[in-house]
């Protein structure tokens, strides 16, 4: 079957080297190369990123969560601990508009990879630090994981049950959205680059991420709200913005302003609450939280999910199924948007998900195979200058890694 290319995305011609691993650098290098830019992972040869071996699942050898991460990429494997894999890398982010990388600060200049070093070589390069915890402060070296950043954050602290401990985010959470803010920040920098020639340094971390995911609840806490506590997502700053279970299963209901109200408590024929001048707008509905969410409570237990979601839907009060992934994956609405990818050559036992933006000149997302370790490495090197011969070379020597690139089916 012949495969129609994706239509080239804003940023064809860009040119990223993602050193990153785990999963918050490599989905920030990822969307830059869903919106076409050409993505070169650099890995250490016979291992690579580290989350190649996250797992189970791995379906033929390939881990479900490095393939989540990591399509519309080459792969370069070299040895930066020899000097002549040092001068690859080099010579590679001389050609770069990009840089991605993770690693402890000390160590990057060490080799000389360190921003203050690369932007003298490259003035225009965008160099991209993503660490746990950010470049400077008493903990810039402190290694971060998404789980660390959720509890030093206070975000683990207002999740769970009411009354139950803690519990994190069951999601890479802190990296996704930390991979997003790296993308955002790197493509305005992108457009000063092309408008002035002028580089940046950006300093992106989970902790910080997080705190931006914990912004409104610190502000309310800071403006005089009661710390908050695991509630079992009981305690919006919304009256109602919760679970309620049903007849049969629980459902989700949100209600964002008094009109809203109004319309819920005759569609679920709860007419006292509607009327009671106590609980007219939002500030009066939290005081009276208990009184409220009990009698709704009571009231949608008594008929099925799908019937109450008719009743909302038809007054415009919004409301969801509570979903597990087995249902996630077949909502059509999910379906309809494209918004699951097959990846390429897996019999769609390996998925991606879409990047959660839509340009209305890539009518095709751009979805190929996430590369074999080291499979592009001749061709990169070939691209630098580098002969047959050297090529041959650096991999006798074990400088680089050279692999067989994947043909997609």
Known sequence: MTLTPAPQGPLEGVRVVDMTTSYAGPTAAMYLADLGATVVKVERPGHGDDTRSWGPPFVDGASAWFSSANRNKQSLAVNLRAATGREVLLRLLDTADVFLQNM???????????????????????????????????????PGYDLVAQARSGLMSVTGERGRSPQRVSTALSDVVTGMAAAIAINAALVRQCRSGEGETIDVSLLDTDL???????????????????????????????????????????IGNNAMWQRFCEAVDLPELGTDPALADNADRREHRPRITAA????????????????LGDVEVPASLVQSLSEVVKDPQVVARGSLLPVPGSQEELVSVRSPFRLASQTTPRNERFPELGADTREVLGQLGYSDQEITDLATAGTIGVGTPAVAS
């Open 212 to 254: 931006a995911l914990m912004a409104p609840r610190i502000a309310a806490y800071c403006a005089g709200e009661a710390e908050p506590a695991p509630s079992g997502g009981t305690d919006s700053v919304l009256a109602v913005y919760q679970p309620f279970e049903t007849a049969d299963r629980p459902i989700v209901v949100a």
């Open 104 to 142: 402890n600060p000390s160590k990057l200049t060490r080799m000389g990879i360190d921003s203050e070093t690369l932007r003298a070589r490259n003035p225009r390069l965008v160099y991209c630090a993503m660490s746990g915890f950010g470049l400077d402060g008493p903990d810039s070296g402190l």
């Open 296 to 311: 709704v409570a009571r009231r949608l237990a008594t008929r099925p999910a799908a019937e109450w979601l008719r009743v």
